[in-house]
């Protein structure tokens, strides 16, 4: 299975990735996240990127797409895998087709988290992120331990990109660049809208549901 989270920052595409992936055993592949690690390790990309992240502009398109199409050839794609924040613009997306074509792979279903910007900004306002990928949220999905990751033990942290002025320029970012694929997928046939402002377990069963799992 083949599957793209859409959506706004905040919306949960990293909370249901994660979920989606332990369920159906298949990657789950964030461009964000690899970004971040290689930000943390001061890589050459990392230094590359940096400002646009912090600036909550995207990352070069180039640059991006050469990320996933590498990332993809690796044996753990071979059953299907979970994108997160990739495609985030046409080019991207035109991009992917081809990736997708050369492997005679298709995308079999864009979920399209839908979420206001309100339920956005407080979301992201009490995220707190683990260097392994996973979020927490400080009321609406809390650690068991205060400041401490659930499936390692590590410390939390914040996003840089978390600050309300950035969060901010995300959100246009995503309404500019990003909002158009909803179209682009909806033509393909492919699109699924999911509300995204239901309760994470209950937003991952709906997602099971409607591509023929039962929980
Ligand atoms: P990326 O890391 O992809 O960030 P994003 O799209 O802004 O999305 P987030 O990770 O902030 O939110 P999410 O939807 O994953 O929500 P989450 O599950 O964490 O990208 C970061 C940056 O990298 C971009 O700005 C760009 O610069 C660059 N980049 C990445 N990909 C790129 C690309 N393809 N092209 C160019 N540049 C790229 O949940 C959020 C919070 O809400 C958490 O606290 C969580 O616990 C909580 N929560 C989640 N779901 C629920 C729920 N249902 N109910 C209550 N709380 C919930
Ligand atoms: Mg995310």
């Not at 055993?25 to 290689?38: E, K, L, M, Q, V």
């Not at 299907?80 to 495609?87: A, C, E, M, R, S």
């Not at 392994?132 to 996003?159: E, F, M």
């Amino acid at each position: 299975m083949q599957m793209i989270m859409l959506g706004p920052p905040g919306a949960g595409k990293g909370s249901q990735a994660s979920n989606l992936s332990e369920t159906l055993g298949i990657p789950h592949i964030s461009t964000g996240d690899i970004f971040r690690a290689n930000i943390k390790n001061e890589t050459s990309l990392g230094l590359q990127v940096k400002a646009n992240i912090d600036a909550g502009n995207l990352v070069p398109d180039e640059l991006t797409v050469q990320i996933v199409e590498d990332r993809l050839k690796n044996a753990d794609c071979q059953n299907g895998f979970i994108l997160d924040g990739f495609p985030r613009t046409l080019y991207q997306a035109e991009m992917l087709e081809k990736i997708l074509d050369r492997h005679q792979k298709k995308m079999d279903v864009v979920v399209n988290l839908v979420c206001p910007d309100e339920v956005i900004i407080q979301r992201l306002s009490g995220r707190r992120m683990c260097s392994c990928g996973r979020s927490y949220h400080l009321t609406s999905n809390p650690p068991r331990v205060p400041g401490k990751c659930d499936a390692d033990g590590l410390d939390l942290y914040i996003r840089e990109d978390d600050k309300a002025s950035t969060v901010r320029s995300r959100i246009e970012t995503y309404h500019n660049q990003t909002e158009p694929l909803v179209h682009f997928y909806s033509k393909e046939g492919v699109l699924r809208d999911i509300d995204g402002t239901l309760s994470i377990p209950e937003t991952t069963e709906r997602i099971l549901k409607m591509i023929g799992i039962e929980t």
